[in-house]
């Protein structure tokens, strides 16, 4: 008789959910915010620092910075933006 093992494995999908909310045409300043953070720079002061909170929420952000799911979701928008700046 074989044995049976499970494995759980625990997925955080958070920042997939809020990738939907950016991909909304009026979030422009939280993906512009987002790239800008993951090349390095960008303090928006209060603005910023609410967005901050807003993509620690969604697993985005943490005390360090962007988690890897946020620079790849930052990638991944970087990446579409110029493609349809190519296109046009």
Same mark, same amino acid.
């Given at each position: 008789? =074989?044995?049976? +093992?499970?494995?759980?494995?625990? &997925? *955080?999908?958070?920042?997939? %959910?809020?990738?939907?909310?950016? /991909?909304?045409?009026? &979030?422009? +300043?939280?993906?512009? %915010?987002? $790239?800008?953070? =993951?090349? @390095? @720079? /960008?303090?928006? @002061?209060?603005?910023?620092? %609410?967005?901050?909170?807003?993509? =620690?929420?969604? @697993?985005? &952000? *943490?005390?360090?910075? %962007? $988690?890897?799911?946020?620079? /790849?979701?930052?990638?991944?928008?970087?990446? +579409?933006? /110029?493609?349809? $700046? =190519? +296109?046009?």
């Amino acid at each position: 008789m =074989a044995e049976h +093992s499970e494995r759980i494995v625990e &997925a *955080d999908i958070r920042p997939v %959910l809020y990738a939907k909310r950016l /991909a909304d045409s009026r &979030a422009f +300043s939280k993906r512009e %915010l987002l $790239t800008k953070l =993951a090349s @390095g @720079g /960008a303090d928006w @002061g209060r603005y910023g620092r %609410l967005l901050l909170r807003e993509f =620690a929420q969604y @697993g985005l &952000a *943490d005390d360090n910075g %962007l $988690t890897e799911a946020g620079r /790849a979701l930052a990638k991944i928008i970087e990446l +579409s933006t /110029a493609k349809s $700046t =190519a +296109s046009t």
